[in-house]
């Protein structure tokens, strides 16, 4: 499996966008990058991008909608959502998860204008998105823990599954101590990450009264977001007309007529060639009755019709007494030439010629070398003389052999 590249985005931060090559274990395979998506352009080619952006660009919500009808609700969750939007429904992107146990449906909503040019961002500089979920989900969550993490001035708090919020690092203890109040079930204990070089960093949680498990990161938090952003996918912004679909697909579609007229005309070709088959075995048929009738007018008397050529020559043979001289004079040449030649495979016939009782052959090789094992294995048989001739041209070698009868 391809390894996923995972960006974090910050829409007010674009030139500073952090990305890292991760792993189907969350573990990361490449160091951290950071700097403009189109440094990421290049990277990114042929490759799925999953993008978390910054949460204080959306909000998560639950809501409990009585219908199981994904369509349906599609239709109430805007309206149930309105009195909690800043900005109205017709301005915002609404993304649903699954149903839960608890019979609640998470939520994630972002100004349609804000996605449209994140999406845009990304399309300019090559990179294919094909999960934007929210960064908070990537925290990683075990049990009735919840999960806090600091990232210079602000501060992500996860606290469930699909459950998150965004503040500055400042506000953190009024939110939290907010956020306590409310739940349902208060989190046994709270798991705290930030920078290694943060020394200040369980101050604003020091009046709250629940166990607290600190951990560092090194240099940005994408490292503790690659542990878990599979979770973060199951959320995923780009829904409805914003699905992730390449363009590739869409340049193909003025091509289905053609294609199908294509698949049509060689279906008529093999139809075609079919019929035309079908006409020349009844052709080869008649063609075959033809010779038998030829050959049994030639032969009369004849039973069968098998090897019916060679029977033929061989008659043909007969009725010119054998050959004449110069036939015989060619074969003999040629039956002592072959051998040595054919059993050299780094020497070719290019052209021959016979004439006058000697046989003319225009030999290629890869070197000299080659053409006189030739000769000199040709000059050893009786009855044979050879004349060799060569030529060079850059790295070409040819060679004219002549064999010619002797006695």
């Not at 498990?213 to 599979?230: D, G, K, W």
């Not at 007018?297 to 043909?316: I, S």
Request: charged share 25%.
């Amino acid at each position: 499996m391809a390894d996923t590249l995972l960006i974090h985005y910050r829409p007010c931060d674009a030139q500073q966008a952090c990305w890292s090559f991760v792993d189907d274990k969350g573990n990361s395979t490449t160091k951290l990058g950071r700097g403009p998506l189109t440094d990421i352009g290049p990277l990114a080619k042929g490759r799925r991008a999953t993008v978390l952006i910054d949460s204080s660009c959306l909000n998560l919500e639950t809501v409990q909608v009585p219908s199981n009808n994904r369509q349906r609700q599609l239709q109430a969750i805007p309206f149930a959502l309105e009195d909690k939007l800043a900005a109205d429904i017709e301005d915002t992107h609404f993304a649903l998860g699954k149903k839960q146990a608890d019979e609640n449906i998470p939520v994630i909503t972002i100004n349609k204008q804000l996605l449209e040019q994140v999406l845009d961002d990304f399309k300019q500089a090559g990179i294919f998105v094909e999960y934007l979920a929210a960064d908070v989900l990537a925290l990683p969550i075990e049990h009735n823990n919840w999960c806090v993490l600091f990232d210079g001035d602000s501060a992500l708090i996860k606290t469930g599954r699909y459950t998150g919020h965004y503040c500055d690092r400042d506000n953190l203890p009024i939110v939290l101590a907010t956020l306590l109040k409310q739940a349902v079930q208060q989190p046994e204990s709270i798991l705290l990450y930030h920078h290694a070089d943060d020394i200040q960093a369980t101050e604003p949680l020091a009046d709250i009264d629940i166990g607290l498990s600190i951990r560092s990161y090194e240099q940005h938090p994408l490292s503790v977001f690659a542990q878990n952003f599979t979770s973060a996918q199951q959320l995923n912004i780009l829904q409805g007309d914003y699905t992730a679909k390449r363009e590739g697909s869409a340049l193909l579609k003025p091509w289905k007529t053609v294609a199908a007229l294509a698949a049509g005309w060689i279906i008529l070709q093999l139809i075609y060639a079919g019929i035309e088959g079908k006409q020349l075995s009844i052709k080869n048929q008649q063609l075959t009755a033809q010779i038998e009738n030829e050959f049994k007018r030639v032969n009369p008397g004849t039973r069968k019709f098998n090897n019916m050529r060679k029977r033929m020559e061989r008659k043909l043979t007969e009725l010119r007494g054998g050959g004449n001289d110069d036939e015989q004079t060619f074969l003999l040449l040629l039956s002592h030439a072959s051998p040595a030649i054919s059993s050299n495979k780094k020497v070719s016939i290019a052209a021959m010629a016979y004439r006058n009782k000697y046989i003319d052959m225009e030999l290629q090789a890869d070197s000299l070398q080659s053409l006189e094992a030739i000769k000199n294995q040709l000059a050893s048989i009786r009855g044979i003389k050879t004349v060799l001739s060569t030529s060079v041209e850059k790295d070409k070698v040819s060679g004219r052999l002549r064999l010619e009868k002797q006695g």
